[in-house]
């Protein structure tokens, strides 16, 4: 039954409503459907629009589907008009561990792009080392790896589940610099392992750690971009450790082992 008064069901429309939507309009045989073809551009899907700098046809996304959206099902979307493909979502220790079937799941054609790929998984050391490895495959040169490191250090710096508040960023900071360089991670907590012996003070530990990861990463990272993002997360983690200097200062921070 078509609907003559309002559209219940936007499938079906009389001639009449047809013509009523200003469209160019397809008469089949008696009984077949009518066919009704808009010129109006839908606005959703017609126009291009950018994230960051990169910018897309349309606003068509392909999402991410574990076993289908490999780069053959990525490609013929694109040839549909897609303005933006995503691939599966690969694990990170799959790639660390350099498994054969995950490894093929970063394969990219070029004809793919722009392409938005999702690298999960549940510890830092993994996670930045797995944009790293990433990194070096596509070329996407250090900035990415960067950029990772401090999107991996700011979500558990400021975790949305507990209302941006009680982020673990030490332990953080500690898994990336290992990711990013072993020596680097292995000096700074060194770091933070002696000066906890000798003060017994946690965060007086955090804090030298903090003033000499930059220093470290200077001479154990050749790039300047890494470098900053290690400078970035240091202080930030001395700005999220205002009262504990506070509390140094005064005399008053509490000591490993004893309550404050």
Not at 11 to 32: C, D, H, M, V, Y
Not at 92 to 116: A, C, F, H, W
């Amino acid at each position: 039954m078509l609907s003559l008064s309002e559209f219940s069901d936007h499938r079906w429309l009389t001639f009449n409503q047809a013509r009523a939507l200003s469209g160019s309009i397809k008469k089949g045989e008696r009984g077949s459907t009518i066919m009704l073809y808009s010129d109006v551009e839908d606005e959703a899907t017609g126009k291009p629009f950018r994230i960051g700098n990169v910018e897309m046809d349309n606003r068509v996304v392909l999402a991410p589907m574990a076993g289908i959206s490999n780069s053959a099902f990525r490609l013929t979307v694109k040839e549909f008009g897609a303005g933006l493909v995503y691939a599966e979502m690969i694990s990170d220790k799959g790639i660390v561990q350099k498994n054969e079937k995950t490894l093929s799941m970063l394969y990219i054609d070029e004809r793919e792009n722009p392409l938005s790929l999702q690298i999960f998984g549940g510890e830092k050391e993994t996670l930045v080392a797995a944009a790293k490895y990433g990194g070096e495959v596509w070329e996407l040169g250090d900035e990415v790896i960067a950029g990772t490191a401090l999107a991996v250090f700011l979500g558990h710096l400021f975790p949305i589940f507990l209302a941006f508040k009680g982020g673990k960023g030490v332990a953080t900071s500690a898994g990336i610099l290992l990711g990013l360089n072993p020596w680097l991670g292995v000096l700074t907590i060194s770091t933070w392992m002696v000066v906890a012996l000798v003060s017994r003070i946690s965060s007086l530990s955090a804090l030298l750690s903090a003033l000499l990861a930059p220093l470290y990463a200077y001479f154990l990272l050749e790039k300047g971009i890494l470098i900053m993002a290690v400078s970035i997360i240091s202080v930030l983690l001395i700005l999220k450790h205002r009262l504990n200097i506070a509390n140094l200062m005064a005399g008053k921070e509490a000591r490993i082992g004893k309550s404050s």
